[in-house]
């Protein structure tokens, strides 16, 4: 989703899924002449997303991993009941270059439903996490996103509004070569 960027970063990220070289990926930019914001951006782009799983990257994240969508895409594959999988990231601080894990550690249950969410305070970073598109549903072509995307922005709403409509989450995938 090209959120009326002016600093090229869709051409960038074309010429680094080209340069991958991977047989079968397609890739599309969604563009808006003006800045929709975080919530809109994503709705927009997820409107525009035909595939079986999707992954929000923002411009100022990277993955260190290049098989990192690969062995996520597995896992879901794998286990039908799932509707993410995630993995600890490192935050960089901007003010000092100061690293973190995010989360701290890893939760107690290698696999949390809505109540874990809830309860626990549990939180994945954008850039960790590879949903299900629960949204797009191919037989129909047709996609249904809830209202509440539209209203709510951020990381948390995601990881809830896929747990409520009873998907469960991996958000331990360090576990299994993550």
Avoid: C
């Amino acid at each position: 989703m090209d959120d009326a960027s002016s600093d090229g970063s869709a051409d960038l990220a074309r010429q680094e899924v080209e340069a991958a070289g991977r047989p079968g990926t397609e890739f599309r930019v969604v563009r808006s002449e003006t800045n929709l914001g975080d919530g809109l951006a994503f709705v927009a782009a997820i409107e525009a997303a035909r595939g079986r799983f999707y992954h929000v990257l923002d411009a100022d994240d990277f993955w260190v991993d290049p098989d990192k969508l690969r062995k996520q895409m597995a896992l879901l594959e794998t286990h039908g009941s799932l509707a993410g999988v995630g993995h600890r990231a490192i935050l960089r601080a901007a003010e000092d270059g100061s690293e973190s894990f995010h989360p701290q550690q890893d939760p107690v249950k290698p696999v949390l439903n809505l109540e874990d969410l809830l309860t626990s305070g549990a939180y994945f970073h954008t850039s960790a996490m590879l949903f299900r598109n629960s949204f797009y549903d191919p037989a129909s072509g047709k996609v249904v996103v809830p209202q509440i995307l539209r209203e709510v922005t951020g990381d948390t709403i995601r990881l809830l509004v896929h747990a409520a409509a009873g998907g469960d989450l991996l958000p331990a995938a360090d576990h299994v070569g993550l």
